[in-house]
């Protein structure tokens, strides 16, 4: 203090302005640093390094518990012990790499797909698509080699020469309908050679599974490609317009493998058959897989309230509810979308187009932004089709979080909205996308602090210019009264 008010007592005019405007600039800089780092990261950068750095020095670091899981009230204990907080998903629903998302960059320039993401995309297919039996298959070889291949054309590449080993190659064929083709009929064109191969290959290993262990993991790996390739086919007649085709080969894939529940396929069914306008058929599927016991997913819970909506929207007035009150129809349809809101609070921003839409990734995180892009990137057209329903949801949503606590403390129908989804959503989703956020954050204290520093520096540049004299010996006044009041308390 005595420094500063010594050092104020001798400034001139041009100095004064100097600092003023010295300490303005600096203080700007910090401020635009911390909010950077603050819509990149979600925490203040000053915050944070005084947590980890500062606090551990002077009074030791406080120990946290982890929040709890989130699923859904009533799942069961095991399935919450199994499952990690924040486990991100392959979503059932994902873009074909050539002909779909290197298309969107080809027009954009902009990379729809995170490292992190197609990091996650190249794990599965080395679980899926390989097996300890690959080195008796020099074809199989290669294509344990491509999958961890991290440039597209090497593995294409490779994938070709797997096929020169062996033109009955299945992962070969999957590799380049995903990624070398660039329409879906190419796409399709790949699969269809994929599931000729796939299906001998698995007939092959069928016979001799019991064999040994090493041939029980080939029947695995196997009938991971034949699913794969008949998911991808039904997904390419859907794409195509041949919604029935698709229906019916879904159909029967989950008739066949119905121990590959987790792999959701229901959930490309739903879409199908919502575009059908098949909504008898939609809900004896939502009777089989909404169930208590099982997780859910924004697709099950929006669907649910999307047909509860159905039977209503189209009457629905918020003028003659409110006169009337809501009647059992009504009071269901409400319901049935607080509950979806309170599963995934991001999708109605989506459905109500408050924020735009990107390509949605190849993993998504339940709960969480990624799995609302996904969502509403299918099923925005459904809300539409159907009269009022996106009316009936614009008026309600909002009254979700009236019943919620705050802080999440404890959920209403579902587990806490887990804090870990910010994190994860923004190594899924592409940097040129605002994250949404649950629940909206407070600006950090020292956002504030920096925006009101920068400020008051700004206004003393600001007068000093217009009024140096004036200002200097304001200073001087200053320090002459801090002088003043330091030697009435000595």
């Known amino acids: 203090l005595l420094t500063v008010t010594v050092f104020l007592s001798t400034l001139t005019p041009k100095f004064y302005f100097a600092l003023t405007v010295t300490s303005s600039f600096i203080s700007g800089l910090i401020f635009v640093f911390e909010w950077w780092h603050f819509r990149k990261y979600g925490t203040s950068f000053i915050e944070q390094v005084s947590v980890s750095h500062l606090r551990p020095l002077i009074g030791g670091a406080e120990s946290s518990s982890p929040p709890p899981a989130a699923f859904s009230a009533g799942d069961n204990d095991t399935s919450r012990q199994n499952m990690p907080e924040c486990k991100v998903w392959r979503n059932p629903l994902n873009l074909f790499r050539g002909a779909e998302y290197s298309r969107y960059m080809w027009v954009t320039g902009k990379e729809p797909l995170t490292y992190y993401d197609m990091n996650l995309s190249a794990q599965d297919h080395q679980n899926f698509f390989t097996c300890d039996t690959d080195a008796l298959r020099p074809s199989d070889t ?55 191969a796939g299906e001998m290959i698995y007939r092959r290993s069928q016979n001799c599974h019991s064999q040994s262990p090493q041939h029980e993991a080939q029947l695995r790996r196997d009938t991971n490609v034949l699913v794969y390739v008949k998911r991808r086919l039904a997904m390419c007649a859907r794409k195509l317009g041949r919604i029935r085709e698709a229906v019916k080969m879904m159909r029967d894939l989950m008739k066949e493998f119905p121990l590959l529940s987790m792999l959701n396929i229901h959930e490309n069914l739903l879409e199908a058959l919502l575009e059908l306008q098949a909504y008898a058929d939609v809900q004896a599927v939502l009777a089989k897989y909404d169930d208590i016991s099982l997780p859910k997913s924004a697709a099950i819970c929006y669907t649910a309230a ?77 809300w539409k089709r159907i009269e009022g329903a996106l009316n009936l949801l614009h008026c309600t949503w909002e009254g979700t979080f009236r019943m919620i606590p705050y802080p999440l403390e404890k959920g209403h129908l579902f587990y806490p909205y887990p804090s870990c989804t910010e994190t994860a959503d923004r190594e899924l989703l592409p940097t040129f996308h605002e994250v949404s956020v649950y629940p909206q954050k407070e600006l950090p204290f020292f956002i504030h602090f920096t925006a009101g520093l920068c400020s008051f520096s700004a206004m003393l540049a600001l007068l000093t210019h217009q009024f140096p004299e004036l200002m200097v010996i304001l200073a001087k006044a200053v320090s002459t009264a801090v002088w003043g009041l330091l030697g009435y308390a000595l």
Request: glycine share 2%; proline share 5%; with cysteine.
């Open 142 to 196: 290669v294509m344990q080699k491509a999958w961890r291949e991290r440039n597209p054309q090497a593995r294409i590449k490779a994938a070709y020469q797997a096929l020169e080993l062996n033109n009955d190659c299945a992962t070969a064929y999957v590799l380049l309908a995903e990624e070398e083709a660039t329409t879906i009929v190419d796409a399709e064109k790949y699969f269809k050679q994929a599931l000729k």
């Open 306 to 382: 999307l047909l509860k909506a159905r039977a209503v929207s189209e009457r629905f007035s918020p003028e003659t509810a409110s006169k009337r009150g809501l009647s059992t129809a009504e009071i269901n349809a409400v319901e049935a979308i607080h509950r979806a809101v309170e599963f995934n609070p991001h999708v109605p921003k989506y459905l109500l187009e408050m924020k735009s839409l990107v390509l949605p990734p190849e993993h998504i995180l339940k709960r969480g932004d990624s799995e609302a892009v996904a969502y509403a990137f299918f099923h925005l057209q459904h």
